[in-house]
């Protein structure tokens, strides 16, 4: 058995080490390997719990808030937890004795002629009262094992919900910042289509006067039926990004808050991000979290394997009174008991508990297996997630130069072609140039703020979820 207790980040190297279920287990510590961070990342305390408040947009603050208390993956997950929690009790419930009263009459009548000698049948009837109580004595730790491992499933299913709520936080900012770019799509395009309109009344002109040919009309038309062809789609997206929001929050169309609908611009991308210690991944993932409760719950499961090799102790005995006439049930001589301490093994089974106890070590193996992966892909998670944000920030430099000299093209090209200076074509590369060029910024900014948000959810979010 291999289990990482290693981590990486933010260019520290940091080895853990703690006692494994069993002595057959060994610990894995890989070779730490520097991680180079960008400026806006620091290894100082972890500060992000609320980690959508830093972009200080109120409407964000207000979704995340309804979708914490109204969606229905979100209200799955917490009901799991109740019935693993409800799992634990049936679980415990074997440390007591089981206890039960009865009370009855009986009359029966037997049959004078079922020996050699016939005589008369016989009548008899009485009324009966006994307290009966059976316990199984937890002397080799079978239901303490069971238990645990139902512990564990509770651990889990609290680390499932803790994941579960991350996931909903990050969709719900990823569908808002989805929806406001799209809009801002929407406004450039119909600012362009504006200009382009403008355009393709002055090569009208020019063509009146006969400074300009047919083409120059035809081409200024087709750029500007092309912009105005966009619009439709942005506005499908808009709406589209308003029903995933409706979905994700719990609610109806008519229901979402009314702020939504109104025009805003993206928030501010550029964030100080704090990443903590290599340690704290391992205590802030609950995917990480929930592994490692696996394979409590497995090493609990195998223990309770290994304990049907033992024998068991169980406790029988009843306490009660009989009698034919009910005023005599409270008599000393009515008084009825018995008591019946029983030790039972089995000797054999047919190898079932062999197998048994072989499923519950192939299930350890595959949870140590699982954690280490879990632990693997978290740390390429967040190096993925860095390295994205980090170059979304240098794509967006360059994308805002280009832009304004997209722009001053697009304003020398026009000014020239009313000159008669230069042909249409300039203008019409120059318009296009700078439509693509504002579009790849919008893209480029929502892209930053959407790997901000999967840098947050890879460091794992903010949750104090409770998971003793």
């Not at 200024?220 to 589209?240: F, G």
Request: charged residues 20%; hydrophobic residues 40%.
């Amino acid at each position: 058995m291999r289990i990482i207790h290693s981590l990486c980040l933010a260019g520290i190297s940091l080895f853990l080490s703690q006692p494994i279920l069993g002595s057959d287990t060994k610990l894995l510590h890989p070779l730490a390997q520097e991680w180079e961070c960008d400026s806006l990342l620091t290894s100082g305390g972890y500060t992000n719990a609320m980690w959508w408040q830093q972009f200080k947009d109120p409407v964000l603050d207000s979704l995340i808030s309804i979708g914490q208390n109204n969606n229905y993956n979100l209200l799955i997950a917490e009901r799991r937890i109740s019935i693993a929690k409800a799992e634990l009790g049936m679980a415990q419930a074997g440390y007591y004795p089981t206890i039960g009263i009865n009370l009855g009459y009986e009359r029966s009548r037997h049959s004078g002629n079922l020996s050699k000698i016939h005589g008369p049948a016989e009548t008899s009837s009485y009324f009966s009262g006994t307290a009966t109580m059976s316990w199984e004595i937890d002397v080799f730790g079978k239901i303490r094992q069971q238990a645990k491992s139902k512990k564990a499933s509770v651990s889990v299913s609290r680390a499932e919900y803790a994941g579960a709520m991350i996931s909903l936080e990050a969709e719900i900012a990823n569908a808002y910042i989805s929806l406001l770019s799209s809009r801002e799509q929407w406004e450039v395009a119909t600012q362009h289509a504006e200009s382009q309109l403008h355009i393709v009344k002055l090569t009208e002109a020019r063509h009146e006067t006969g400074l300009a040919s047919k083409l120059d009309v035809a081409q200024a038309k087709t750029t500007y039926y092309s912009t105005t062809a966009s619009i439709p789609l942005l506005e499908a997206s808009v709406e589209s990004s308003i029903n995933a929001l409706a979905v994700l929050l719990g609610l109806d169309r008519s229901e979402l808050p009314s702020s939504l609908f109104e025009q805003k611009d993206l928030p501010d991308y550029h964030q100080i991000v704090y990443m903590g210690v290599p340690a704290d991944l391992l205590r802030r993932r609950p995917d990480i979290v929930a592994a490692e409760k696996n394979i409590d719950s497995a090493a609990a499961s195998l223990g309770f394997a290994k304990k049907e090799y033992l024998p068991s102790l169980s406790l029988q005995g009843s306490i009660g009174t009989m009698s034919h006439d009910l005023g005599d049930l409270g008599k000393k001589d009515s008084f009825t008991y018995s008591i019946a301490p029983t030790l039972s093994w089995t000797v054999f089974s047919g190898l079932s508990r062999r197998y048994s106890t072989l499923e519950a070590r192939e299930n350890l193996e595959t949870q140590i297996d699982n954690y280490n992966l879990t632990v693997l892909g978290a740390v390429e998670e967040v190096r993925n997630a860095v390295v994205d944000y980090s170059s979304s920030l240098k794509y967006i430099s360059g994308l805002e130069n280009m832009t304004l000299n997209a722009q001053e093209a697009t304003r020398l090209s026009v000014d020239l072609y009313k000159q008669g200076l230069t042909a249409f074509t300039n203008v019409d590369n120059a318009e296009l140039n700078y439509l693509s060029a504002e579009n790849n910024l919008v893209e480029a900014r929502k892209k930053a703020i959407m790997s901000l948000i999967n840098l947050y959810k890879a460091l794992g979010g903010g949750w104090d979820i409770n998971l003793q």
